[in-house]
């Protein structure tokens, strides 16, 4: 049955679905789910992929996280036991630069041991594939990991987690929903009456918004990051978050749908277009530091790159293949270009509190605080 007859019959026996319900089928629904069912990454010309991420435009981003994973180590203590945890690794591009990149470091790739984080059996196909001949565990979830110290990386995952959405109106903060539209084959959002009980949920930098604005919150992101934060607190660790999205709270709505890089109706063909959203890092960031860790950022990406040394990693690689020095300088400003991905794009530092971390402070790429 495709999944719009699947939303369209769940909702007349069970009510209208939270935006949240209704992102979280389209994505990872274990037959129709976007993210279940192909690879959708890649140029649109190349490989009829929806969009292009940060590790697939150049192997220089994977390959810098992995030097500031091992950087973060080091300032650890070089601890003789550590996870190195990717949430979301896409074709497994980001970590087979960062493992290369750190080759030179043995001892930091003997004390790592590699855990993706992933919903999709096609994707992770793929990532089996591109780290042919590394010892890898995947899990579903954060939660099931082991207890031990923890290297932690996140690029465009957080963009990707379903999200609720409430509207402000003369009585007060209402949910919007999705409900089956009057020709009953299609969907539409309703709003919900408003509730006192929404408030509370509302971030705090937009609870006096004006009538008309949307906030947007993303439970399962706010509680992956009241978990990290907590591990930190107890392990010695470090994570790097890399999405889109403002420094500071701000009123949405955000949500939208991606078809072959377009713009698409976010209700319209559930399960075949990608659902993003901007990542609220100042709400992630109150969470993880409310469970105990310490926050750096969100810097912009480009400076972020930059601080890691990306212009001289660009030279040298124009060095060894000189026929590649203007894609490899394209690729570079697509990248760093506060006009491209520099500035949209931030990079948000999580680590361990003082005593478990005291030479982690600030992480490489960032400023002190
Ligand atoms: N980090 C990669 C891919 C980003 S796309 C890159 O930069 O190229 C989002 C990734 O998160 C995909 O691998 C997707 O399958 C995975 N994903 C999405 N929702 C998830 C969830 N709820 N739990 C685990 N993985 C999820």
Known sequence: MPLIDELTKRIARQGPLSLADYIG??????????????????????SGGDFVTAPEISQMFGELIGLWCADSWQRLGRPARCLLVELGPGRGTLMADALRACRALPEFLAAIEVHLVEVSPSLREIQRRTLAGQEVTWTESLATLPDAPLLLVANEFFD???????????????????????????????????????????????????????????????????????VLSRQPGAALIIDYGPARSSPGPTLQALRRHRRHEVLQD????????HVDFQSLAEAAVAAGARAYGPSDQGAFLQALGIETRASQLAATAPQK?????????????????????????????????????????FAAD
């Open 270 to 277: 559930p399960g075949e277009a990608d659902l993003t959203v």
């Open 160 to 230: 990707a987690l379903p999200v609720r959405q409430f509207e402000k109106t003369a009585g007060g903060w209402a949910e919007r929903l999705v409900v089956a539209a009057d020709d009953g084959r299609s969907l539409a959002f309703a709003l919900a009456p408003p509730s006192p009980l929404n408030e509370a949920l509302i971030p705090t930098g937009l609870r006096d918004a004006e009538p008309g604005s949307v906030a947007e919150l993303c439970p399962a992101g706010l509680s992956l990051a009241a978990h990290l934060g907590a």
């Open 25 to 46: 089928l389209c994505l990872t629904h274990p037959t129709h789910g976007y993210y279940m069912k192909g690879d959708p990454f890649g140029a649109p010309k190349q």
């Open 325 to 365: 020095a203007a894609e490899i300088e394209a690729a570079l400003r697509r990248l760093v270009d506060p006009a491209e991905m520099g500035r949209l794009f931030k990079a948000l530092a999580l680590i361990s509190p003082e005593a478990l971390a005291p030479g982690l402070t600030p992480p490489a790429g």
